[in-house]
């Protein structure tokens, strides 16, 4: 049972650069997300969808991008990164069907350090 | 969407139940309070959820107040391994699933 896998779990990246987080789930849930944490604080969503085909911004938008081709993967982009980037990213998925309220799962995280 | 509130940290004795309140006094009639916690720093693991009447668990009970203003999830036999950050969220109304994480309790159980 993977459950969310998210890789890759740690990555150093000079300012500028730019790079896919993956996250993948084997659970055939229709909803995904992702967050970020910085030290000390609560998780804030960035982006989330609801099917494939289908995104929408978050909390934090701003500096990062998603598509979602297929239900399984759900990729995180950040095209320039800037040290303000410097986070834990985490991407969850539940499976909501209606008035269902399931829990979402959430992977390991990616530790990103922008220097 | 509703605010949670929690105290920043709480203590406990290992093998005691630890409690730990949460206000959510704007909750909507149909919003969901939902139970995470976060043990050093991995992904925050799902612990329970409830909307009206108390619910129970193999991890723990959550006693919602009959007016769901507040909560109180309870770890019956708190172990060292509880010790974690633990969130008290309202799942946002309507169909996105969006969960709005605040800071939440440091839960320090000790021996």
């Known amino acids: 049972n993977a459950g969310v896998t998210q890789t890759p779990k740690f990555r150093i990246l000079k300012i500028g650069q730019s790079m896919t987080l993956q996250c993948a789930q084997d659970?055939?849930?229709?909803?995904m997300y992702w967050y970020r944490q910085d030290p000390g604080m609560g998780l804030k969503l960035i982006y989330y969808?609801?099917?494939?085909?289908?995104?929408d911004k978050g909390e934090v938008p701003n500096g990062y991008n998603v598509s979602r081709s297929t239900t399984e993967d759900f990729p995180l982009r950040l095209e320039l990164a800037a040290p303000s980037q410097t986070s834990v990213y985490f991407c969850?998925?539940?499976?909501?069907?209606?008035?269902?309220?399931?829990?979402?799962?959430f992977g390991d995280g990616t530790r990103l350090s922008i220097l | 969407d509703a605010k949670t509130t929690q105290p920043p940290s709480m203590d406990c004795a290992e093998g005691r139940a630890a409690n730990l309140p949460c206000n959510h006094s704007?909750?909507?009639?149909?919003?969901?309070v939902y139970w995470y916690r976060q043990i050093h720093s991995q992904g925050p693991q799902y612990i329970i959820h409830?909307?009206?009447n108390n619910e129970t668990n193999e991890m723990a009970s959550l006693i919602i107040t009959e007016d769901r203003k507040s909560s109180t999830l309870i770890l019956p036999h708190a172990t060292l391994r509880d010790t974690a950050v633990y969130y008290c969220i309202v799942r946002v109304s309507g169909n996105t699933g969006k969960l709005i994480f605040g800071q939440g309790t440091t839960l320090q159980v000790k021996p």
């Open positions: 969850a998925s539940s499976y909501f069907a209606g008035s269902s309220n399931q829990p979402q799962h």
């Open positions: 659970m055939n849930h229709n909803y």
């Open positions: 704007t909750i909507s009639g149909n919003e969901y």
């Open positions: 969808s609801v099917g494939a085909g289908i995104t």
């Open positions: 409830g909307l009206k």
